[in-house]
């Protein structure tokens, strides 16, 4: 079980299947080092606030405290960005490694960082999303199959 306290005080979210959420990861009002990692999002953005992205970041990153988002698998409600941070920025956050599924066709090149284009990003940003691709989701088993192994179902 998550609290929380766990979550404002950054000590992280790894490996847990969460469901139903406004957003992933949200970090704001001088908030840092929260970690994501490893973890399933299903259907963000089907709350009734926040702003529907995986990894939603509106506080300022310092270096030696940046956020991170790695490796994780989140199903998008609706298309737009899966992650955003406030510019300017010192810092970025850290992602990368992430799997992005949204359920139209037409969203797979449109989700983004930031208002651009996942690869465009990727071109733009070298070593800030490494890794992290957008695809249609096709087969609800692919999240069901990983949701089990995740929870050792």
């Known amino acids: 079980m998550i609290s929380l306290l766990n979550l404002l005080h950054g000590d992280g979210v790894e490996d847990h299947f ?17 970690h994501h990692i490893g973890n399933i999002y299903a259907y963000v953005g089907s709350g009734t606030w926040g702003s529907g ?3 939603a970041n ?3 990153q ?6 991170l988002y790695q490796n994780n698998l989140c199903v998008l409600s609706e298309g737009g960005d899966y992650a955003s941070y406030n ?3 010192i810092s970025l956050p850290i992602m990368g490694d992430n799997d ?4 139209s066709e037409d969203d797979v090149g449109a989700v983004g ?15 800030v999303d490494d890794g992290s691709t ?10 069901i199959d990983k949701a089990r192994a995740l929870l050792s179902l």
Do not use: R, T
């Not at 310092?62 to 956020?67: A, K, P, Q, T, V």
């Open 18 to 34: 969460l469901v139903y959420a406004s957003n992933g990861l949200k970090s704001d009002f001088g908030g840092h080092d929260n």
């Open 53 to 55: 992205m995986c990894m």
């Open 58 to 60: 509106g506080a300022a």
């Open 62 to 67: 310092l270096e030696g405290h940046e956020d």
């Open 87 to 89: 510019e300017p920025h």
């Open 100 to 103: 992005v599924y949204v359920l």
């Open 113 to 127: 960082v930031n208002g651009v284009a996942v690869a465009d990003f990727q071109n733009i940003y070298p070593g």
């Open 134 to 143: 957008v695809q249609l989701l096709e087969d609800w088993e692919i999240i």
